[in-house]
């Protein structure tokens, strides 16, 4: 296992709600052992605040986070670029880790239908975390 913190890019079309939320989660439960970024092609002007009720409710406050333009610089400067129904729009490095997490697009969902997704991004991201960092 490498000494150096693995940096992973979170990154969906709006970097609204399912790339925040993962981001949140990796930031809260990985500490400083992960570096965290999140990124949207085509980010929207604010976060989805049904996202930011749903990760209210389990302790994590995502409201300060802005949604940000993906870079090209941001994938270079990742170990790990997880994206979530971005399609093509994520340009591809050689030795770099590439997922692809299928999620539902919070957007226009009601809490009750945000929160599994919101489950489902805190079990992948426990799990990415025991293979990062043990």
């Given amino acids: 296992m490498s000494t ?3 940096t992973v890019l979170f990154v969906c079309v709006h970097n609204a709600g399912r790339s925040q939320m993962a981001a949140g989660f990796l930031q809260a439960l990985a500490g400083d052992r992960v570096q965290v970024l999140s990124a949207g092609s085509e ?8 996202a930011v009720a ?5 302790g994590i406050d995502i409201a300060g986070s802005q ?19 971005c399609g093509d729009t994520c340009p591809i490095f050689p030795g770099k880790r590439y997922e692809d997490w ?13 929160r599994p997704i919101r489950d489902d991004i805190k079990a992948r991201v426990e ?4 293979e990062l960092v043990g």
């Avoid at 980010?43 to 049904?50: M, Q, T």
């Avoid at 749903?54 to 389990?58: L, T």
């Avoid at 799990?127 to 025991?130: E, F, K, Q, S, V």
């Fill in 54 to 58: 749903a990760m209210a409710e389990v």
């Fill in 4 to 6: 150096a913190t693995p």
């Fill in 43 to 50: 980010p929207a002007d604010g976060l989805n605040p049904i």
């Fill in 102 to 114: 299928e999620l539902t697009d919070p957007a226009g969902k009601p809490l009750d239908e945000v």
């Fill in 127 to 130: 799990a990415l975390i025991a």
């Fill in 67 to 85: 949604p940000k333009i993906l870079t090209t610089e941001a994938v270079k400067d990742s170990d790990v670029v997880i994206t979530m129904g």
